[in-house]
């Protein structure tokens, strides 16, 4: 029986964990969705985790369950990596091209990738990606590809995105307890934009927020390159705690009130209905659709202060024509395509996981803003191994680097 060309993809937040399965058609040189699960997700906070035996058994759960609806057993798969320890920051390389004819290589192109990622760092940190953003030949700026060209010196700039070794460890081994190898870490953020974002966008220009349970992340896009990304310590779960403390009551109870009341368009677009809530808080309680929109704005109004500060810090900041790409699980709370394009002044969509190397009898699910990393991971996975693709801006990992990250995965495994 010919060997099943699988790749799986386990997303691991702050609320929940969600694992996709995908399978991939040599003949149609396409890729369907075959097992999708999720799992509540009780051991992380920010993204990192502080219970190993819940998130071991959380992975558990989800795993299992897009196990059971696919008919499959996987036994390695990409796994997200977010948090407030992740970094990033440019560095610089320089070599002599090798080749007597002054051809430049796919060797010179390793080496100086190599030599830019040779940047010194505490004990505890790690590089996640190096992602080329352009080379310089001769003194030549702006080059894309440098493949082929003839030249003496080549530079190149290069973003290095990097994290604390404990907590990667940490996550690894929770993955690793349920006899799941980490085929390789992917940066929360390149992994949605893999799902959501298109060359068009990517090259106009293009900011995608990913609106978490525990932490936000944003991504910047221009000219096809990240240019700047950061996570930011707000997410969906904060709202439902500002809602449990006003209202006083349960974080199940703010939770419910948050998905069927919450709107973030302000107190002023609100609705004045006045809401019975005796149901879920088990009293006689009533209070107004308005209240809870200024309860939930207050947070939503934080978060994008941030985010507008992080836009600030690169040139190309306000110079998005393709406007900002909503995620995650918070994209779907009411009013907030709206209150987004208030606050940044520009176009405002909702992310849907759609993708041309995709079809699938599952769209509808996978189209929710909640699984564009999960399904961003299997996207970038088939991309790696089945599509022939060896780098782009979304998939950083030169061959030289890439054996690095093999060795250091390996330390990782049980």
């Given at each position: 029986m010919a060997r099943r060309n699988i790749i799986c993809g386990i997303d691991i937040g702050n609320s929940e964990v969600k694992t996709i399965i995908g399978e991939f058609n040599r003949e149609t040189n396409q890729a369907q969705v075959i097992g999708i699960g999720n799992a509540d997700s009780n051991g992380m906070r920010r993204s990192v985790v502080i219970d190993m035996e819940e998130t071991i058994n959380d992975v558990r759960d989800s795993v299992n369950r897009a196990q059971s609806m696919a008919g499959v057993k996987v036994d390695r798969a990409y796994v997200a990596l977010n948090g407030l320890h992740i970094k990033s920051h440019l560095s610089h390389g320089v070599i002599a091209v090798s080749r007597a004819d002054n051809e430049i290589s796919q060797f010179d192109i390793d080496r100086v990738i190599d030599a830019a990622s040779a940047v010194?760092?505490?004990?505890?940190r790690e590089i996640i990606h190096v992602i080329p953003r352009?080379?310089?030949?001769?003194?030549?700026?702006?080059?894309?590809?440098?493949?082929?060209?003839?030249?003496?010196?080549l530079e190149a700039d290069v973003l290095l995105i990097e994290g604390?070794?404990?907590?990667?460890?940490?996550?690894?081994?929770c993955v690793n307890a349920n006899g799941i190898e980490v085929a390789e870490f992917v940066y929360g953020p390149l992994a949605?934009?893999?799902?959501?974002l298109d060359k068009h966008q990517l090259e106009h220009g293009v900011l995608n927020v990913d609106f978490g349970g525990g932490v936000s992340t944003l991504a910047l896009f221009h000219e096809?390159?990240?240019?700047?990304?950061?996570?930011?310590?707000?997410?969906?779960?904060?709202?439902?705690?500002?809602?449990a403390i006003a209202l006083k009551t349960s974080m199940e109870n703010a939770e419910e009130i948050k998905r069927e009341y919450g709107f973030a368009g302000g107190e002023e677009h609100a609705s004045k209905e006045t809401i019975d809530l005796s149901d879920l808080v088990e009293e006689e309680f009533t209070t107004t659709r308005k209240h809870i929109a200024k309860i939930v704005s207050a947070r939503i109004s934080e978060l994008f202060e941030m985010i507008d500060e992080e836009i600030r810090k690169v040139p190309q900041g306000h110079l998005l024509p393709a406007g900002v790409i909503l995620a995650g699980g918070g994209a779907n709370l009411a009013g907030l395509a709206g209150f987004t394009k208030d606050k940044l002044k520009l176009s405002v969509r909702v992310g849907r996981g759609q993708n041309d190397f995709f079809f699938d009898s599952m769209r509808e699910k996978t189209a929710n803003p909640s699984?564009?990393?999960a399904l961003g991971l299997i996207i970038w996975g088939f991309e790696k191994e089945y599509s022939?693709?060896?780098?782009?801006?979304l998939n950083p990992l030169t061959s030289g680097f890439a054996k690095k990250a093999g060795k250091w995965l390996k330390n990782f495994m049980p």
């Open positions: 010194s760092l505490p004990a505890n352009n080379f310089i030949i001769d003194g030549q700026e702006h080059i894309k590809n440098a493949l082929g060209m003839k030249g003496v010196r604390l070794a404990p907590y990667i460890r940490n996550l690894a081994k949605t934009a893999k799902s959501v096809g390159d990240l240019v700047h990304s950061a996570v930011l310590p707000i997410g969906s779960r904060h709202i439902t705690n500002d809602i699984y564009a990393t022939g693709k060896t780098t782009s801006s």
